[in-house]
């Protein structure tokens, strides 16, 4: 019987540390292979034999074994044990006290990983998967890690507000803006990365136990201010927490300033680091560090050390067909829409009980309800632009739904090289060939298109995250158009972001859709949604 001459032994080195041996016939491609392998080193025997010697770990077990190696009983026996003992097995007995809602099964896992870390790693799932509820309910599983200062995008600062009061018990949260200090009160600290060098003589002397980093590619520039100021900060906090779904863009050498301060040991010295995965060269004038070299030996050095990261198919047993996620947007109107919305209750006060109020044909309340959306999404345009533009960070593409022409011919205007678009204005027969160019084209990342135009009949499985800007009037329309997606050859499930300007008419209709959604009616009977029932009922919310 021919026995596989590539081999992988469990050996104990004099100090007692356990090494994984590996024998195999001199091959070029299987020595590329194990050089991308960390902290490996070469061993010529007496009699001329030649081996390496790696670090015990399971990754390193599994990769032998993809690349054809035969692994001894007790590699075997290893892999088993490790896997039995891993935070999937342990992080659904994993109770967290006062926590708000319920964690799916990879976010305990998630939980368990940053509990087992002390509070020092980076969470690299891949957007949509909860980076933030995991962190938050980290956070309430150590009540007695406070204060915490949670630095993120701009656009980001209400949906960890609202993520915080979803999940976490009662927190007591500090929204940061200006960069005029106040009085810091708050056990959670939200501040942007923009303003952060104002308000950082403040924030040392609040003295944060927990310092977590959202988007945390952000602080990749050693020469920009924010990263200084980061970095500063970063090194009297006791746990140091990064997120990202893309915390590297472009280039390796973009990850080692938060790898670097969650683990300072990790490779502190950052020329060996740029040199060893980054190509660096001299090219006459200075370093030049963009490129990339011995990228499996750093993703293995990084998932066997501090970070963890899952995709969207690595937990599709764990996730339903579609998650829904709500996105609180701030306004840059809010004056204007204030106006408008005292105008609009104005109105209802007058004519409440009169017929005309009541119905959905009345001109006046639909002119009114109208205005009223908008102004909320154009207060919310700039804002939601920015969102979209971190989640085209992740690589993904995005189907975005949206009503008025202004929204639509905006995000044209703005993403105009990587984005298509149906709505009114495009021909019928012309519009399969825009459906495949977005299904086809890598190069093309955005499908734009108006919720009556495009919410039927197209299939867009290309991308399994979708965006609605504007709300319909029924659930019905809003499960048509992100049906688009989640169709018949999509590979992951489907999640829908409702990107809403905060404390606004657009709230208000959010919330009665659900209420819709949920009616007996609707489930049993197959009944929709009438728009006269939603208008009246959003005319009563606002007495």
């Excluded at 019987?1 to 994984?20: C, F, H, Q, R, Y």
């Excluded at 959670?188 to 303003?195: E, H, R, T, V």
């Excluded at 995709?311 to 339903?320: H, I």
Aim: include cysteine; proline fraction near 4%; charged fraction near 25%.
């Amino acid at each position: 019987m021919k026995t596989n001459l590539k081999k992988a032994s469990l050996i104990v080195s004099k100090s007692g540390g356990k090494l994984i041996k590996v024998q195999f016939p001199l091959e070029i491609s299987t020595i590329q292979k194990i050089k991308s392998l960390p902290d490996r080193k070469l061993y010529t025997g007496g009699d001329s034999s030649r081996y390496w010697i790696v670090p015990l770990s399971l990754n390193t077990v599994e990769f032998l074994e993809k690349i054809g190696f035969e692994i001894c009983s007790k590699l075997v026996s290893f892999k088993a044990n490790y896997k039995n003992s891993k935070p999937n097995s342990v992080a659904t007995t994993l109770e967290i006290k006062g926590l708000s809602n319920t964690l799916f099964e990879y976010q305990k896992i998630g939980v368990k990983f940053l509990d087992d870390k002390k509070g020092r790693a980076l969470i690299a799932d891949e957007m949509g998967l909860g980076k933030t509820v995991q962190t938050l309910a980290w956070l309430q599983l150590h009540p007695e890690h406070r204060p915490v200062v949670i630095v993120v995008p701009a656009s980001l600062k209400l949906n960890w507000e609202r993520e915080a009061l979803k999940w976490m018990d009662k927190p007591s949260i500090q929204i940061l803006s200006g960069k005029k200090p106040e009085l810091l009160l708050g056990d959670l600290i939200i501040i942007n990365y923009d303003i952060l060098p104002a308000w950082i003589p403040a924030l040392m002397a609040y003295r944060p136990s927990v310092l977590i980093a959202d988007e945390v590619h952000y602080i990749k520039n050693n020469a920009a201010k924010r990263t200084k100021t980061f970095k500063k900060l970063a090194k009297i906090c006791p746990h140091l927490i990064g997120l990202s779904g893309t915390p590297i863009e472009n280039r390796p050498v973009e990850i080692y300033n938060i790898v670097n301060l969650i683990d300072p040991n990790f490779m502190p010295n950052f020329m060996k680091f740029v040199h060893k995965f980054c190509g660096a060269r001299h090219n006459g004038f200075g370093w030049d560090y963009s490129g990339a070299t011995n990228t499996q030996e750093l993703h293995n050095k990084l998932t066997s050390s501090i970070m963890l990261r899952r995709l969207k198919k690595d937990v599709l047993k764990d996730l339903p067909p579609k998650l829904s996620s709500f996105v609180p947007i701030a306004l840059d109107n809010r004056a204007e829409y204030f106006e408008a919305e005292q105008n609009f209750i104005k109105y209802i006060k007058e004519t409440k009980g009169a017929e005309k109020a009541k119905k959905a044909a009345s001109a006046q309340a639909l002119t009114e309800v109208s205005l009223l959306k908008q102004l909320a999404v154009a207060g919310a345009l700039k804002n939601s632009i920015e969102w979209i533009k971190e989640f085209l960070e992740s690589g993904e593409k995005l189907i975005i739904f949206a009503t008025h022409k202004f929204v639509i011919e905006a995000l044209m205007l703005e993403f105009n090289n990587i984005a298509v678009k149906i709505d009114g204005s495009v021909a019928t027969n012309k519009r399969q060939a825009i459906v495949d160019r977005f299904q086809a084209d890598s190069k093309v990342k955005l499908f734009v298109g108006n919720i009556k135009a495009a919410g039927v009949g197209l299939t867009l499985t290309a991308a399994s995250n979708v965006v609605f800007l504007e709300l319909p009037w029924t659930p019905s329309q809003v499960d048509q158009a992100s049906d688009r997606a989640h169709r018949i050859g999509q590979l992951n499930a489907v999640t829908i972001w409702f990107l809403l300007p905060v404390n606004t008419i657009m709230e208000k209709i959010a919330k009665l859709l659900d209420k819709k959604r949920k009616t007996v009616d609707q489930v049993l009977n197959g009944k929709t949604t009438e728009e006269a029932s939603l208008l009246s009922e959003l005319m009563d919310s606002y007495i």
